[in-house]
């Protein structure tokens, strides 16, 4: 049984910085592409940034690049996200997604297409 679970969410000032953290148990971890979605009640789902299967491959939404790094250690079977300079439109429910073995999309990462999802934590920038 797949289970993803992240870690790292919480209340942060402007212009700081928190390190998401997701890790996926029962499949093999470097077999498959991951990524970061994030939801405001109300609005789809959408791709933050997503990894291939070695980390050697990134993408980023463009309201993010320049101040998100995504990352995994495929050792620790898990996967970060480092945000950078927060502002109040990046706060949002974020969660980890895990693609079907094999499919890594080069230029989006469509939550549609994700297999398993963690329950989500809370990241809330205030101004």
């Known amino acids: 049984q797949v289970q993803v679970v992240e870690s790292g969410g919480g209340l942060v000032q402007a212009g700081g910085s928190l390190r998401l953290s997701c890790t996926a148990s029962g499949l093999t971890f470097d077999d498959y592409a991951m990524g970061w979605f994030r939801q405001d009640p109300g609005k789809e789902r959408e791709g933050v940034s997503c990894?291939?299967?070695?980390?050697?491959?990134?993408i980023y939404a463009d309201s993010v690049k320049g101040r998100f790094t995504i990352s995994r250690d495929n050792a620790k079977n898990t996967l970060y996200l480092q945000m950078n300079s927060l502002k109040p439109e990046d706060t949002a429910m974020y969660y980890c997604g895990v693609y079907p073995r094999g499919l890594y999309y080069t230029t989006r990462c469509p939550p549609e297409k994700v297999n398993y999802w963690g329950q989500g934590t809370q990241v809330t920038v205030s101004s």
């Open positions: 990894i291939n299967w070695s980390g050697h491959s990134t």
